[in-house]
């Protein structure tokens, strides 16, 4: 009896013990849009730097995230924003929802690559860009042939075989939208690019809420052509899937993942020692297995399907246009073309 209370005591002991070094990290709640399969390998590696604070994940697809985070503005629950688009981050600036803060590896990023201020308040990790993932095997059975170029879209044969994301919700269906009115015009809904999405909404079978889910639709079958980004098509044929990764001619759309600290973050310094984190060689070489393009030069590796010349490719972007005008721009797409797209959850 007295080795099982010297037990018990020893435990309660330990379970004391562990409670207090739980207690002991700090907590921070990061909202994210990362892709689920990344959040592992970059909080593990995070933690063996800094295993004295605990990440807490908030993830949702780039405009929910975004719509959250305005919703909450009058009472902020995050303190980081990490691995969500720069222009839903120039939005939040606008807002004055965003610390600025400079960390330590700054200078080492492209000032292409982050905000502009001095101190920033966000940096760039890695560009995401377009790619339609062309399903090959089932082309054949449709006799239909890959694309070169957006326009390539809008023809007969693909009529319900194009499956996008709604630019509401997802920050990769945005950037479409903004590169295509960047590439034809806007005009007050009367441009070009206007033009071009009605074309191209006669073809298309779903808007869906996720800029990944239209890459894996295709890989699966389920369609021909999904408009995507490049890291989804990469994964998605690295597994073996009967895809192409196909670069649009015309010019690709894009935006940064980037990472900012929320306003009134309830632990600034360990804020701060990740962001530090983030900016640094480490976090970048972590971000080059997934991208083809780092904010810090010549870290990235050569993704296979990835044409050297991608970064090139990318259209022009001004972050705080993209931001300005969001509202303006989702208003117009959603009264045109969101019949279509899937139901919410």
């Not at 044969?157 to 945005?174: I, L």
């Amino acid at each position: 009896m007295g080795f099982l209370k010297t037990t018990f005591a020893g435990l309660a002991g330990l379970v004391m013990v562990a409670s207090a070094a739980a207690a002991d990290k700090a907590q921070l709640t990061v909202y994210t849009a990362l892709e689920t399969d990344q959040l592992k390998a970059y909080q593990q590696a995070f933690n063996k730097a800094n295993p004295d604070i605990e990440i807490k994940w908030v993830r949702d697809s780039t405009g929910v995230i975004t719509a959250k985070l305005l919703a909450e503005k009058a009472n902020p629950q995050a303190d980081v924003v990490w691995g969500v688009a720069a222009s839903s981050l120039a939005l939040l600036d606008r807002n004055g929802m965003l610390e600025p803060y400079a960390p330590m590896n700054l200078d080492a990023i492209m000032s292409k690559y982050r905000d502009t201020k001095n101190p920033p308040a966000w940096f760039g990790m890695d560009v995401f860009g377009a790619t339609v993932c062309f399903n090959t095997v089932e082309a054949k059975k449709r006799n239909i042939p890959m694309p070169t170029s957006w326009k390539d879209l809008t023809k007969p044969e693909f009529k319900g075989q194009v499956v996008m994301p709604n630019p509401a919700s997802s920050g990769t269906g945005y950037f479409d939208v903004v590169a295509w009115l960047n590439l034809w015009g806007d005009e007050g809904g009367k441009g070009g690019g206007w033009k071009y999405m009605d074309a191209l909404h006669e073809n298309i079978a779903q808007y869906t809420h996720s800029g990944s889910k239209p890459c894996n639709m295709a890989a699966a079958g389920e369609y021909v052509a999904g408009i995507s980004f490049e890291y989804r098509a990469h994964t998605n044929k690295a597994k073996g899937a009967p895809i192409e990764l196909v670069f649009p001619k015309e010019g690709l759309g894009w935006d940064l993942e980037g990472f900012a600290i929320h306003k009134g973050a309830k632990n600034i310094a360990a804020a701060k020692k990740l962001a530090d984190w983030a900016s640094s060689k480490d976090a970048m070489q972590l971000y080059g297995k997934n991208f083809a393009i780092t904010a810090q030069p010549g870290v990235a590796p050569k993704l296979d399907s990835i044409p050297a010349d991608y970064e090139s490719r990318l259209i022009k972007m001004d972050f705080n246009q993209s931001a300005a005008q969001r509202d303006a721009v989702l208003a117009e797409w959603s009264k045109r073309y969101d019949a279509k797209s899937e139901p919410r959850k």
